[in-house]
Structure formats: C-alpha cells, structure tokens
C-alpha cells in the first residue's frame, strides 16, 4: 500500500508533514458542471427528447438480453422524466428483434 504525505502546518523553522494511508488532499480543483447545465439540454443515449406521443423507436437485441434492455431504457426514461421533463411517459415492449419504446400520453393530458 503507498503512503501518501501533505504539508499540515508550515513554520520558518519546521514542516508538519500528516501522512494517509489512501488519499492525498489537493486545493484549488475546480468543480466541473454537471452535464444537466450544459446548454445544449439533454445528451442521453436515447432519443426520449425528440419523441412526440406516438412515436416510437426499436432497440435491436437478441432475446437473452431483452430483459436487460428493457431495465435499461425503463430506468433511463423514469431519470428523463425527472430530470428533465416531468410530463414525458413512455411504454416498452419486446417484440421481434429487440425493444421497441413508445411516447405515452401522460394521464393529466388531454
């Protein structure tokens, strides 16, 4: 396991040097923003931000994997519809060739 050292306390005469077993402390980093503040809007791997009711898409897949991709895309619509708009709903289903996902109508809609 490495040690890592960082200067505590500087004097004219001595330095205190604290030792950690794990992590080095580090000042002056910047905070990058998250990728939510980016002007462009929504980046995400699937097209939920240009979907109007009705439209739909297909996830090509074999059916081993539907099941993994249908979680996928059901937890990445559930963050859309948090993060970004709160009207936005969406059904899948599988179907020959992999997942297709619909744009609902959310139910307050008319």
Known sequence: MNTLA???EENDDQ???EKTNRFTIEKGV???TWHNNNIDGYTGMYPFHDMKVGDSFLIPCSPITQDKF????????SNYTKRWNSKFRMAYRKVTGGIRV???R???SK
């Not at 249908?70 to 619509?77: D, E, T, Y």
């Open 15 to 17: 330095v205190v040097v």
């Open 106 to 108: 959310c139910k307050n």
């Open 30 to 32: 910047p905070i990058p």
């Open 102 to 104: 619909w744009r609902i």
């Open 6 to 8: 960082f200067v505590k």
């Open 70 to 77: 249908g979680a996928r895309v059901s937890n990445a619509g």
